[in-house]
C-alpha cells in the first residue's frame, strides 16, 4: 500500500494556466506538507496543515492555495502558473507529537511551466 | 532560526570504498536530525534520525551517523560503498516544537566502478 501518494506524477503546462496536485496518505497522520524543490535540488517548506488547519504558510505567492478538506487528503492549486513555478513537488505528513517530527514523502510531482 | 550546511554538493567514490557525507547544523534547542535520500526522480525515503537517544544512529543500507553536539554535526557514514548508494542524499534539521523539516541544500553521491 502507498502511504503517501500523488496525482499527478508529471504536468506539463502553459504560463497563465490553473493547475491543481493532489496528495493522499493513508498513515492515519494528522499533519500534511507541500515542499518545493526547485532546479538544484534545494527543498523548502510551502505550507503545513495540522487537522485541516494552516500551520505554516512559508512567503509563499497568493498564487499558490492548499486545500485540506480532511486529515488525509492536502491539495495544492496553483494560479496563473509562472515559468518561475517549474519544480518538483513534494507532498509529506506526519504525526504531531511524533518523535522528531519524522516526515514521510510523496514520490513529487514534476511541473514543467512552459 | 534552525539552519543546515552540507559540506560538498557533489562527493564521488569507488566502490567499496568508504562514504563520508558532511553535515553541520545549527539550532538554538536540542535538535532532532535526519538524513534522507533520493533516488533519481523518486521521493525522500528517510535513511536514519537522531532524537536525543543515543548519539551513534543507525539506519538502514549499512548507513549510520554520529551526533556531535560540540561540533554541531551529523555526518554520515557508511563502510563500504555500493553502486547502488548513487543518490541525492539531503540532512535535515527539527526539533521538539518545530512543524517543519529545514533541509541542506543536498549531496550527490556518485559510486565509481
Same mark, same amino acid.
Given at each position: 500500500d502507498t502511504a503517501v501518494s500523488q496525482t499527478p506524477k508529471y504536468l506539463v503546462t502553459q504560463m497563465g494556466n490553473d493547475k491543481s496536485i493532489k496528495c493522499e496518505q493513508? #498513515? @492515519?497522520?494528522?499533519t500534511m506538507y507541500w515542499y518545493k524543490q526547485d532546479s538544484k535540488k534545494f527543498l523548502k517548506i510551502m505550507f503545513s496543515y495540522n487537522n485541516k488547519e494552516?500551520?505554516?504558510?512559508?512567503?509563499?505567492?497568493?498564487?499558490f492555495s492548499p486545500k485540506s478538506p480532511d486529515k488525509a487528503h492536502l491539495n495544492l492549486h496553483i494560479n496563473?502558473?509562472? #515559468? @518561475?513555478?517549474s519544480a518538483v513537488y513534494f507532498c509529506a505528513s506526519s504525526l504531531r507529537g511524533g518523535l522528531g517530527n519524522e516526515q514521510f514523502f510523496g514520490p513529487g510531482t514534476r511541473l514543467t511551466v512552459l | 532560526a534552525q539552519s543546515v550546511t552540507q559540506l560538498g554538493s557533489h562527493v564521488s567514490v569507488s566502490e567499496g570504498a568508504l562514504v563520508l557525507l558532511r553535515c553541520n547544523y545549527s539550532s538554538s534547542v536540542p535538535p532532532y536530525l535526519f538524513w534522507y535520500v533520493q533516488y533519481p526522480n523518486q521521493g525522500l525515503q528517510l535513511l536514519l534520525k537522531y532524537t536525543s537517544a543515543a548519539t551513534l544512529v543507525k539506519g538502514i543500507n549499512g548507513f549510520e551517523a554520529e551526533f556531535k553536539k560540540s561540533e554541531t554535526s551529523f555526518h554520515l557514514t557508511k563502510p563500504s560503498a555500493h553502486m547502488s548508494d548513487a543518490a541525492e542524499y539531503f540532512c535535515a534539521v527539527s526539533d521538539e516544537g518545530a512543524q517543519k523539516l529545514v533541509f541542506g541544500q543536498g549531496t550527490r553521491l556518485t559510486i565509481n566502478p
Amino acid at each position: 500500500d502507498t502511504a503517501v501518494s500523488q496525482t499527478p506524477k508529471y504536468l506539463v503546462t502553459q504560463m497563465g494556466n490553473d493547475k491543481s496536485i493532489k496528495c493522499e496518505q493513508n #498513515l @492515519g497522520h494528522d499533519t500534511m506538507y507541500w515542499y518545493k524543490q526547485d532546479s538544484k535540488k534545494f527543498l523548502k517548506i510551502m505550507f503545513s496543515y495540522n487537522n485541516k488547519e494552516l500551520i505554516i504558510n512559508e512567503t509563499v505567492p497568493n498564487r499558490f492555495s492548499p486545500k485540506s478538506p480532511d486529515k488525509a487528503h492536502l491539495n495544492l492549486h496553483i494560479n496563473s502558473l509562472e #515559468l @518561475g513555478d517549474s519544480a518538483v513537488y513534494f507532498c509529506a505528513s506526519s504525526l504531531r507529537g511524533g518523535l522528531g517530527n519524522e516526515q514521510f514523502f510523496g514520490p513529487g510531482t514534476r511541473l514543467t511551466v512552459l | 532560526a534552525q539552519s543546515v550546511t552540507q559540506l560538498g554538493s557533489h562527493v564521488s567514490v569507488s566502490e567499496g570504498a568508504l562514504v563520508l557525507l558532511r553535515c553541520n547544523y545549527s539550532s538554538s534547542v536540542p535538535p532532532y536530525l535526519f538524513w534522507y535520500v533520493q533516488y533519481p526522480n523518486q521521493g525522500l525515503q528517510l535513511l536514519l534520525k537522531y532524537t536525543s537517544a543515543a548519539t551513534l544512529v543507525k539506519g538502514i543500507n549499512g548507513f549510520e551517523a554520529e551526533f556531535k553536539k560540540s561540533e554541531t554535526s551529523f555526518h554520515l557514514t557508511k563502510p563500504s560503498a555500493h553502486m547502488s548508494d548513487a543518490a541525492e542524499y539531503f540532512c535535515a534539521v527539527s526539533d521538539e516544537g518545530a512543524q517543519k523539516l529545514v533541509f541542506g541544500q543536498g549531496t550527490r553521491l556518485t559510486i565509481n566502478p
